[in-house]
């Protein structure tokens, strides 16, 4: 009872002048209100445009993806890989400097992709299905795309006080598990795979580049949801004291 009587007068002191240190930089003074609510609705407005421009984005990647021919030969899966990274490089051009570090990081995976769809007739036996993998992670990168530019826009004052973009870090988290999965199910096909080493060994290369990406974006996902914020870390306090 004591120590509740000593730690819940110091806990809001450090509250309020966390408040007042947070606030005095950005003149918020007597309009603090206001001008949490107006950085409130900003950010609800960065998030839908966030959205639908991301949802444009991932109707283009898909008709890309789909309408994209088949290789013949290993050089024209080079020369399909090599055109996709250049068209890759342009569509960065147009895009702002979160967008352009969250698609630079991501662009892997839509190049693996953009090599697993090329491999269709090359790949006896497992080609339909390793195309059918390399759409789902299609699909799946446009979703952490967006949970990601989510995670990286959280604004300074609200991480502070609130934590990280904990529903992001969930989505991100359940797109991962079951790219898990994928991945796992993309080796299985490899090794079953009737087909040349050249053909396995992309295959091999392009996995890992999926993989390596998958362990980014689950150490990010870990980092997010552990950061609590002020006020999480003020509940567990108090939750130690009861």
């Known amino acids: 009872m ?9 806990i809001s002191s450090i509250l309020f002048g ?11 003074g007597q309009n603090g209100n ?6 409130e609705k900003v950010q609800g407005q960065q998030v839908q445009t966030e959205i639908k421009q991301q949802t444009q984005n991932s109707g283009e990647e898909q008709q890309n993806a789909l309408g994209q021919q088949k290789a013949r030969t290993m050089t024209e899966v080079r020369e399909m890989v090599q055109q996709k990274k250049q068209e890759m490089i342009q569509e960065m051009q147009g895009l702002n400097n979160v967008q352009q570090k969250v698609y630079q990081n991501q662009n892997k995976v839509r190049e693996a992709v953009q090599a697993l769809l090329s491999l269709e007739d090359l790949a006896p036996g497992i080609g339909p299905q390793v ?5 789902e992670f299609n699909n ?3 979703a952490t795309i967006i949970d990601e530019e989510k995670i990286q826009k959280r604004n300074a004052f609200v991480r502070f006080f609130i934590g990280g973009e904990k529903n992001a ?5 359940q797109e991962l598990n079951q790219n898990q999965q994928r991945i796992q199910e993309l080796k299985q096909l490899r090794e079953d795979c009737a ?7 992309i295959m091999r290369e392009q ?3 999926m993989e390596q990406e998958q362990e980014r974006l689950r150490q990010l996902t870990d980092k997010e949801k552990n950061a609590k914020g002020l006020f999480g870390w003020v509940r567990n306090l108090f939750n130690f004291v009861k």
């Open 2 to 10: 004591n120590m509740k009587k000593i730690i819940i007068p110091l």
């Open 131 to 135: 195309s059918q993998i390399a759409r």
């Open 207 to 209: 996995i890992q580049n």
């Open 169 to 173: 870090a969930n989505n991100m988290e």
């Open 18 to 28: 966390s408040a007042v240190i947070a606030a005095n930089p950005q003149n918020v």
């Open 140 to 142: 799946s990168v446009q």
């Open 34 to 39: 206001q001008n949490a609510s107006a950085t």
């Open 195 to 201: 087909c040349g080493e050249d053909v396995k060994s």
